[in-house]
Antibody
Framework: QITLKESGPTLVKPTQTLTLTCTFS??????????VGWIRQPPGKALEWLALIYWDDDKRYSPFLKNRLTITKDTSKNQVVLTMTNMDPVDTAIYYC???????????????WGQGTLVTVSS | QSVLTQPPSVSGAPGQRVTISCTGS?????????VHWYQHLPGTAPKLLIYSNTNRPSGVPDRFSGSKSGASGSLAIAGLQPEDEADYYCQSYDSSLTGSNWVFGGGTKLTVL
């Protein structure tokens, strides 16, 4: 059974760096084909994909935020860490991590999600 | 503004059928990338509802169905039930000059009257 759980600060100040940790179980990120992504949802707005890391340490970032994002993995701890620099109140959102599933060329989706963690950016 | 376009809201009475569209472009759905659908209740994790255009994960009722045609996908919900009231998101993959990335629709709020 795959589970994921996000952890990190609930409140950050503008210009600070946010560090979120996704701790998962039920799979290994050292296994070929595995991937973990981060998605966020600002209050009243849509889901927005942020970043994804693959088993081979390949990393993908949202082209709109890539200058502020870094995603890393620690396979020994079953964790994925997302850092986002220069936080702003518009970054206030629920941040989710999710297991990425590969179903063939052109077909990738998120089949297991964490419960999410609300991050508020305010001075 | 989302890369994939969904109607902001749809509604239907219990027992009725509703459809939710997801319109993309030649860099995502129209390029052959699959459409996936999620059901999202406030305060909970999004739930995968349909994957690869038409497939239901185990445990999803067959009242939910998906389709794809050209640069658009569609989610149909038959026999509406009160517990279907939620937000629904489509998702695909986009490959353009700005890079390759996962994209979501703007979400559709389903109200069961």
């Amino acid at each position: 059974q795959i589970t994921l759980k996000e952890s990190g600060p609930t409140l950050v100040k503008p210009t600070q760096t946010l560090t979120l940790t996704c701790t998962f179980s039920g799979f290994s990120l050292s296994t070929s084909g595995m991937g973990v992504g981060w998605i966020r949802q600002p209050p009243g707005k849509a889901l927005e994909w942020l970043a994804l890391i693959y088993w081979d340490d390949d990393k993908r970032y949202s082209p709109f935020l890539k200058n502020r994002l870094t995603i890393t993995k620690d396979t020994s701890k079953n964790q994925v860490v997302l850092t986002m620099t220069n936080m702003d109140p518009v970054d206030t959102a629920i941040y989710y991590c999710a297991h990425r599933h590969y179903h063939g060329t052109g077909s990738e989706y998120f089949d297991y999600w964490g419960q999410g963690t609300l991050v508020t950016v305010s001075s | 503004q989302s890369v994939l376009t969904q109607p902001p809201s749809v509604s239907g009475a219990p027992g009725q059928r509703v459809t939710i569209s997801c319109t993309g472009s030649s860099s995502n759905i129209g390029a052959g990338f699959d459409v996936h659908w999620y059901q999202h209740l406030p305060g909970t994790a999004p739930k995968l509802l349909i994957y690869s255009n038409t497939n239901r994960p185990s445990g999803v009722p067959d009242r939910f169905s998906g389709s794809k045609s050209g640069a658009s996908g569609s989610l149909a919900i038959a026999g509406l039930q009160p517990e279907d009231e939620a937000d629904y998101y489509c998702q695909s993959y986009d490959s353009s000059l700005t890079g390759s990335n996962w994209v979501f629709g703007g979400g559709t709020k389903l109200t069961v009257l």
